[in-house]
């Protein structure tokens, strides 16, 4: 038997860079992701500075459509996926009573190929233009010929390094929440976030590929000269469309749906009632999904699909309409009969309710077709879909970082700070997002780098640049929570909130890296709660103490993300004149790209030839050291 | 009777709300809301129906949720555990019921206006054809019943269907003329789209590029000019008299070299720029600098033929990203000719 | 939690090896979630294909270019090494580590054969008829579905043949069993992609043109 610790315990920043703890992993992801959220933020503040007036020339035309693109692209694939992927790795191997994920490595390769991804794409600004043709980049627009820096190169090959580190983690994810669960936790007894979790993982899987494809043919026509998207040698650019929009309409359920999740678990344990119609949730949420995947074509109505196209793609996603409202009562029903408590995780999860509402009811408007001929490409489209990423997804996401923060953290945020927070943040959101409605209405299209005086469009604009900053604002005040809260000593008890209701819970403010000292028994839906209401203290457990088996900490994840960024810089670069014989012999002959593989391939050899045993904790220091009474 | 001031005070109010209800409808030849053909007309209704279903679903979730917000706060000293209500089948399935119910009607009207606007009258004999060619920044009109083209103003009779065919000659551009169509995209050779719309009454209508296409996309706009039968008829008629050139030999030959090998004027030049015939009575030059001799908004616009020199002495500065290259920079014209060509065209006007 | 080692030092291996950890259920279930995750992929490179497959530009057409009684040659091959490949999977169920190490050998020769011959396929293709990624959209859609599929390919040999070298170091335990299981799986996935590469590129191409 391994005894003993013969495993190196790494500190300080190797141990980050090592690390294969699903805690540590979310705070990797939460602080990447709250790197790129900055900087797509900044980005938005620039686009609102610029159309703050009419014929306004804070930046070109040029400038401001690398701006669109990075904002779009940024906040998608950079900003919003990894915060959840911090909330999924922070909170669900807690919530099924589990002491790690799956596939802990896996856990840590998809956090370094996610981040060096998302860094690929961002270098694209200081070498020589960011990629312009917009998030969706339809081609030809962002062909060779049309798009002449290398900027769609880092978007291409960012995002497919990128979204390869989203695909391991939903395959890790779905495997965790199939295999992981604690004894009694059956499927109907899992809480609600674990659900979202579970279902949003499995559309990554089937999502994500057709992306990747999507991608490496953009690739091929760029840097190989293929002809997939070039009509002169029979390509099809509305082939592009479908491709990109079959990935990109699931991708945005597959971001609402964590935040529906986090949304069940704060609203049921700030009304201290169990969450209203769970079966039906459960339900809802599958069917959501499942639709996601049919009404891809709603993107496309303008294209010219024909009517039997347009009206078949309308009614579907109109029929996504009836399982959200089944969401959006069971919330409602859930709180009723309550007993209510408002603070900040509480405040944002009620203030998505109606907000989201408001940007689900104009998704409806949007799938009546021949309506949509007039909204497609409006303000009216950017107003939805911020209503529903923005008021529906960010909300959802400050309430669950406002609710797991203890958790997490071992210290609480403020509460008068997170109220400013709130009410900067969604004021200033309405005032950004509302009026946009108006402005698509009467004929402002989107995208447009500035706009001629006098058509109506300069007050609303204006109205909607103040609201963004005071977003900004917003923002800035939970930074300022954030930091303030470091200053205070960890410690808090098991459950701070005094009504949790889920496993989390059960355990330590930080958990310890083993998460549960004994895995425990599940005998109800909320167990936590139900042992509570049992009045039991603690969880009943379902094995002796004895040693626990933990993964070794590996510095491969991080080789093999480096190996692939320095592969995706070699390839982009293959036909590029350096000006250095020895550079362009390097590119030319795919040298750089070779080696960044080898790194990768190489490193994939080490871990499949050196099998990783692990080490254990014994029992005796489980019970010296973070274990409460 | 109230002194004068009092009124004032009384009616301010109003009067505020509605100039605010008004402008949030947009101008007339430019917004989704005040439609003025048919097709803009039923999309509208299609608009409001589905705003009226959507309002009050909003009134029932804000009433709920403002009504339990309220009424179940957390009171202090509140400390017995709320009933854990599992579900209740009835009202869940009430909650799916209504939205299906909800989302049929508006499927059922959804689907009849959908075919509706998908007709195609490409061969109907009352419908005047139009070949919509978008290019990087500005649209060409042909009519090839009329064997006539034009470029950035598309000049239509009014009471006709516009039986379009869409294409584009490099990336992918939508054509949007909000107060009388929605959108269709121009897309390239092989899936070549077609659309119809119509206008009521006479008057110049404002049509924009919807669909990202570099850095000018912003003022890829254009001018749909409804006007009667009869002077749709001389307009035809105009543009396909003989090109009228300069007078002055030297400019004419300026003219016909540097420009011509581009641009068309009448039966002479090339088809690769957009068709000068008769640009003296365009409502704007490069589709976003607007005369003041133009009908749809004189009162923003500048001289025609400042307007035109502004162009041709810096067609980057007014239009990033345009193809036509600088007639100074490039092209080796000096400033005189330049303005003299600027005199040309302005006075290039068509009577119809 | 099961430890690997336990298992290993007691001796007798299980009759499933592959799915006596939990590690090594959780590799083979993930592993299937993969291979959904490359149904996709597949997927929708076939349809990008079926799109595509008459946009011949100046090129010739899939009837012109193909010849059949090779890449019918390489289907056998590659069905024959999937049934190979299941013979691997019984000799490790039958504990057999040479019987194993054999038919993975043979699996990876086999593997080797296939990619030999669609090597020569595609260099006769781009050298002889001068027909390559650029020659229209037809041409770059054949490359890219079949070519992803011979990368699979490729990666299967290496990976096939590092396993056999860790079977004659590590021995067949519970660690190596899952490894060698899901191998198999990926082996037999890339020849059912093949089947219907064969089908869709190959005879459509040359029936129906």
């Known amino acids: 038997m391994a005894h003993a610790h013969s495993v190196k315990r790494h500190k300080g920043l190797m141990d980050w860079l090592t690390t294969v703890d699903h805690k540590k992993i979310a705070i990797l992801y939460l602080l990447a992701g709250g790197l790129f959220f900055g900087i797509g933020g900044i980005e938005a503040l620039l686009i609102r500075v610029q159309l703050a007036k009419p014929m306004n020339d804070f930046v070109t035309a040029q400038q401001f459509n690398e701006l669109i693109t990075m904002h779009g692209t940024t906040m998608i694939f950079l900003g919003v996926m990894p915060v959840i992927f911090a909330l999924m790795n922070a909170v669900i191997p807690l919530q099924i009573g589990a002491r790690d994920v799956a596939f802990p490595f896996l856990n840590a390769l998809g956090f370094w190929t996610f981040l060096f991804g998302g860094l690929l794409l961002n270098l694209s600004w200081i070498m020589g233009g960011a990629p312009d043709a917009g998030w969706t980049s339809y081609t030809p627009l962002s062909s060779t010929t049309y798009s002449l820096t290398h900027g769609v190169d880092f978007y291409t090959i960012g995002l497919q390094i990128a979204g390869l580190g989203t695909l391991i983690g939903g395959i890790n994810f779905l495997a965790t929440i199939i295999t992981m669960r604690a004894p009694g936790m059956s499927y109907m007894r899992m809480p609600m976030f674990t659900w979202t979790t579970f279902v949003t993982s499995a559309m990554i899987l089937f999502a994500f590929p057709a992306i990747t494809v999507g991608l490496v043919l953009l690739t091929f026509d760029r840097i190989l000269g293929a002809n997939f998207f070039n009509v002169e040698a029979g390509g099809n650019p509305v082939l592009w469309q479908h491709i990109f929009w079959i990935f990109g309409h699931p991708e945005v359920y597959i971001l609402i749906l964590p935040a529906f999740g986090v949304i069940s678990e704060v609203v049921s344990t700030f009304s201290r009632k169990r969450l209203f119609g769970y079966s039906s949730m459960v339900f809802a949420t599958i069917l959501i999904a499942f639709l996601g995947f049919m009404v891809w074509a709603h993107h496309m109505f303008t294209t010219g699909m024909g009517p039997v196209a347009n009206a078949l793609f309308s009614i579907a996603t109109m029929l996504i309409a009836v399982p959200t409202g089944i969401k959006i009562f069971n919330w409602l029903f859930t709180m009723w009969g309550g007993q209510i408590t408002f603070n900040t995780a509480n405040l944002f999860a009620s203030g998505f309710i109606p907000t989201f509402v408001m940007g689900g009811v104009t998704g409806v408007m949007l799938a009546s077709a021949p309506a949509d001929y007039q909204y497609h490409d409006t303000y009216f489209v950017v107003a939805h879909f911020h209503y529903v990423i923005v008021g529906g997804l960010v909300l959802g996401l400050f309430a669950g970082l406002h609710y797991w923060w203890p958790k997490m953290f071992g210290r609480m945020l403020n509460e008068k700070l997170g109220k400013w927070e709130f009410w900067t943040f969604i004021i200033g959101f309405h005032l950004t997002f509302f009026v946009q409605h108006f402005l698509g209405l009467i004929g402002m299209q989107r995208r447009v780098f500035t706009y001629l005086p006098n058509q109506g469009f300069d007050l609303m604009n204006l109205v909607s640049t103040v609201g963004a900053f005071l977003m900004g604002v917003g923002v800035i005040i939970f930074l300022v929570n954030i930091a303030i809260s470091f200053k205070k000593p960890v410690g808090l008890p098991d459950d701070p909130w005094g009504d949790g209701r889920t496993l989390e819970w059960s355990i330590p403010s930080p958990p310890p890296e083993y998460n549960f000292k004994q895995t425990p028994l599940v005998r109800g839906i909320d167990a936590l709660w139900k042992e509570k209401v049992a009045g039991h203290t603690e969880m009943t457990p379902a094995e002796p103490v004895g040693p626990i088996h933990m993964p070794s900490p590996t510095i491969l994840p991080f080789l093999m993300s480096v190996g692939l960024f320095i592969a995706g810089l070699g390839f982009m670069f293959t036909s590029d004149d350096f000006g250095n014989s020895f550079l362009n012999f390097i590119f030319s002959n795919y040298i750089v790209t070779g080696i960044g593989l080898a790194i990768t391939l190489g490193s994939m050899l080490l871990r499949s030839l050196f099998d990783d045993h692990g080490w254990h904790i014994e029992p005796e220091e489980l019970n010296n050291k973070g274990v409460k009474a | ?352 | 939690m099961t430890n690997p080692h336990v298992q290993h030092a007691s001796g007798d291996l299980p009759h499933e090896p592959e799915k006596a950890t939990l590690e090594g259920r959780n590799k083979v279930l993930a592993f299937w979630l993969f291979l959904g995750g490359e149904a996709v992929l597949f997927g929708t490179l076939f349809a990008t294909f079926l799109t595509l497959r008459n946009q011949i530009a100046d090129g010739p057409s899939a009837s012109e270019l193909f010849s059949l009684p090779m890449t019918a040659a390489a289907t056998f091959i590659l069905l024959v090494s999937s049934l190979t490949s299941v013979f691997a999977i019984q000799a490790m169920h039958r504990g057999n580590k040479k019987n194993l190490q054999g038919w993975l050998a043979v699996t990876v020769l086999l593997g080797l054969a296939f990619l030999i011959l669609e090597i020569y396929e595609f260099y006769e293709y781009i050298v002889h008829e001068d027909y390559g990624m650029t020659t229209s959209a037809f041409s770059s859609a054949f490359y890219t579905l079949v070519g992803f599929h011979g990368a699979h390919v490729l990666f299967g040999i290496l990976w096939i043949s590092i396993l056999i070298g860790q079977l004659s170091k590590k021995g067949l335990t519970v660690v190596t069993a899952p490894k060698v299981y899901v191998s198999a799986m990926y082996w037999h996935f890339i020849d059912v992609v093949w089947v219907f590469i064969f089908t869709v590129v190959y005879l459509l191409g040359k029936v129906v043109g």
């Open chain 2, 1 to 352: 009777m109230m002194k004068p001031w009092k009124a004032v005070k009384r009616l301010l109010p109003l009067f505020v709300g509605l100039s605010l209800l008004l402008s949030a409808c947009g101008r007339e030849d430019l917004s989704v809301l005040r439609p003025q053909g048919p097709v803009a007309e039923g999309q509208l209704g299609l608009i409001k129906l589905a705003i009226t279903i959507m309002v009050a679903v909003m009134l029932i979730v804000f009433g709920i949720a403002a009504y339990v917000w309220v009424k179940f706060r957390r009171k202090p000293g509140q400390n017995e555990i709320p009933k854990q209500v599992e579900g209740n089948f009835k009202l869940e399935v009430i909650w799916t019921a209504i939205p299906l119910v909800l989302v049929i009607i508006l499927g059922v009207f959804t689907v009849q206006k959908v075919f509706a606007f998908g007709e195609n009258y490409s061969s109907d004999k009352n419908a005047v054809k139009v070949k919509v060619t978008s290019h990087l920044f500005w649209w060409e009109f042909s009519y090839p019943d009329y064997g006539v083209t034009t470029a950035q103003d598309l000049i239509i009779p009014t009471g006709k269907k516009i039986a379009l065919e869409l294409k584009t000659a490099d990336v992918l551009h939508s054509f949007w003329v909000p107060s009388l169509a929605g959108k269709t995209d121009t897309n390239t050779d092989g899936t070549i789209n077609n659309a119809w719309f119509e206008a009521s009454k006479e008057g110049v209508y404002l049509g924009k590029c919807a669909e990202l296409c570099g850095p000018s996309h912003a003022f890829m706009e254009f001018k749909v000019k409804a006007v009667n039968q009869e002077s749709f008829d001389n307009w035809v008629a105009a543009m396909k008299a003989p090109a009228v050139l300069p007078e002055e030999p030297a400019v004419a030959e300026v003219f016909k070299t540097q420009c011509l090998s581009c641009h068309a004027v009448g039966d002479q030049g090339l088809p690769v720029g957009p068709n000068l015939t008769g640009i003296g009575s365009r409502e704007a030059i490069a589709g976003i600098l607007l005369n003041a001799e133009g009908e749809g908004r004189p009162e923003d616009g500048k001289p025609i033929r400042d307007n035109l020199v502004d162009w041709l002495k810096d067609p980057q500065g007014v239009k990033p990203g345009n193809k036509m290259p600088a007639p100074k920079e490039d092209l080796g014209l000096t400033d005189t000719e330049i303005e003299a060509i600027a005199d040309y065209l302005a006075d290039y006007k068509l009577t119809y």
